[in-house]
């Protein structure tokens, strides 16, 4: 696995670059939180009852890309890949099926994605999907959220990983 690279935003940038760019900030900061260690370290699980892992992260956030930039900003058709009805929290949920292979490509690709998606947008855009509250969401929002939803869960992963391998920092 190679380390990936984390540039830090610039205190100076115009509204979308600073979004984007603490958004990628934080998608890296994840996958800083993933690297070097075994399939084994990634899915080790947090603390009993919780079944949180690393890997459950992952998939986590690749389901939240998903939802925000592929189905309610484009209205694509992309069904969830690890939730269901019958397991809402399937993301988290890690088998001894699943890879980290698997999951860190479909988390890669689905952020390509959502790149893509974004481009063409202004930040007052609305999205042309529908989320489950039937509310209309503008690119600002969903950057502003994903921005939010990674640094929360990537508090998470911080404290996995420095249960895992002692490792910290941002």
Aim: hydrophobic content about 35%; glycine content about 8%.
């Amino acid at each position: 696995m190679t380390i990936p690279e984390r540039i830090d935003p610039s205190t100076t940038a115009g509204e979308r670059e600073m979004l984007e760019s603490w958004l990628e900030f934080h998608r890296e900061t994840l996958a800083l939180k993933c690297a070097g260690l075994s399939e084994e370290q990634l899915r080790e699980p947090a603390v009993p009852p919780s079944d949180l892992s690393l890997l459950g992260l992952v998939r986590h956030m690749t389901e939240v890309e998903r939802g925000w930039f592929h189905r309610v900003l484009s209205d694509e058709d992309a069904p969830p890949l690890y939730v269901s009805d019958e397991n809402p929290d399937g993301d988290f949920h890690v088998t001894g099926q699943d890879t980290w292979e698997e999951a860190h490509a479909a988390w890669r690709a689905a952020i390509d994605r959502a790149r893509e998606l974004a481009a063409p947008h202004s930040l007052d855009d609305l999205g042309e999907g529908k989320h489950r509250t039937g509310k209309p969401y503008s690119l600002r929002w969903i950057y502003v959220h994903m921005i939010e939803e990674y640094a929360r869960h990537n508090g998470h992963a911080d404290l996995l990983r420095e249960r895992i391998d002692g490792s910290t920092g941002d």
